[in-house]
């Protein structure tokens, strides 16, 4: 596949747009679209958190309206994979591409079907292999200042008897699991995407019940959402990648964009650094 740089050229970007230019579009409201009773992280869209999902219903009405099946649909920004999940269910070809190793490796698990009973064999070699493990702690700038010692060590025992996985489907499954386990464990306030410190936080947490309780939520998810939704051929392109550096996709190979892309300033809004930070450092990908 060819390079092509869809971003305007440099020249294109210094004019000022007059208040008339900058607002072309007419806000109108569409009862159809409105999915306000439907919670947006329903079903396999629950699996992990991310900030700023798209609603799935959304993307479905988009898809289903603009696209016929087998179309190729591109998402520039994939961020939790809504608009790859639903691709998957609705039988077009995707594309997907996020700077965020931690997102390419959510959207992977929630589109790739794993046998639950794979799952559950693995959960108890896992933890087995956690309760005689003796892992290095891990160590990382201001790690100490987001977990408790012991905490430390738990995860690092964790992360070591997750490493062991041969299957990379599974070991995908037990990494989006451990980084949830990540977030709840550590002294950051869970309900907030940008990283901030609880007042009052818990000591000796169980770290391994919490992993075993979320391993097993998402392995509902993912049995409910194949058996439900048995999806049809997985036709998919989904990479880690900045793209201001251009999106390698044929000319005219796409059909439909379905994307939201990255707003604002991490003062303001959204922080999808921040959101996924400790779980990188503790998965060891990404910078
Ligand atoms: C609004 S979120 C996308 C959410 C997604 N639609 C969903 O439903 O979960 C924007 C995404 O853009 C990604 N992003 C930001 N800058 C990027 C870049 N230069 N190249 C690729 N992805 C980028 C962020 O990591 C984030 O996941």
Redesign the pocket.
């Known amino acids: 596949m060819t390079q092509t740089s869809l971003l305007p050229q440099q020249s294109a970007l210094v004019s000022h747009p007059t208040v008339a230019e900058s607002q072309p579009f007419k806000r109108i409201r569409e009862p159809r679209l409105d999915f306000r009773g439907t919670r947006a992280s329903t079903g396999v869209h629950g699996l992990h958190p991310?900030?700023?999902?798209?609603h799935f219903a959304v993307v479905r009405e988009l898809i289903d309206d603009y696209s016929q099946e087998g179309a190729a649909v591109l998402?520039?920004?994939?961020?939790?994979?809504?608009?790859a999940v639903e691709c998957l269910i609705h039988n077009r070809i995707y594309a997907g591409?996020?700077?965020?190793p931690l997102?390419v490796l959510i959207s992977r698990v929630r589109t790739t079907p794993i046998d639950a009973q794979h799952i559950e064999k693995a959960l108890s070699a896992v933890i087995s292999r956690y309760e005689h493990a003796s892992a290095s702690p891990v160590e990382f700038h201001n790690i100490h200042y987001w977990f408790h010692d012991d905490v430390i060590q738990k995860l690092s025992n964790l992360r070591e008897a997750i490493a062991a996985i041969e299957d990379a489907s599974l070991r995908d499954f037990f990494q989006v699991a451990f980084s949830e386990t990540v977030r709840r464990v550590s002294r950051t306030r869970f309900n907030e995407f940008k990283l901030l410190r609880k007042k009052n936080d818990e000591e000796n947490l169980n770290v391994v019940k919490t992993f075993r309780d979320i391993a097993l939520k998402n392995e509902g998810m993912l049995a409910r959402f194949y058996r439900d939704d048995p999806p049809g051929a997985r036709r998919f392109l989904l990479e880690e990648?900045?793209?201001?550096g251009g999106i390698p996709v044929d000319d005219g190979s796409v059909d439909l964009v379905v994307?939201?892309?990255?707003?604002g300033d991490s003062k303001t809004t959204?922080a999808?650094g921040q959101f996924s930070r400790l779980s990188l450092r503790w998965l060891g990908l990404g910078r």
């Open positions: 991310y900030p700023a999902m798209l998402d520039p920004f994939v961020g939790s994979g809504v608009t591409f996020d700077i965020n997102a990648r900045d793209i201001t994307t939201s892309p990255p707003y959204v999808y």
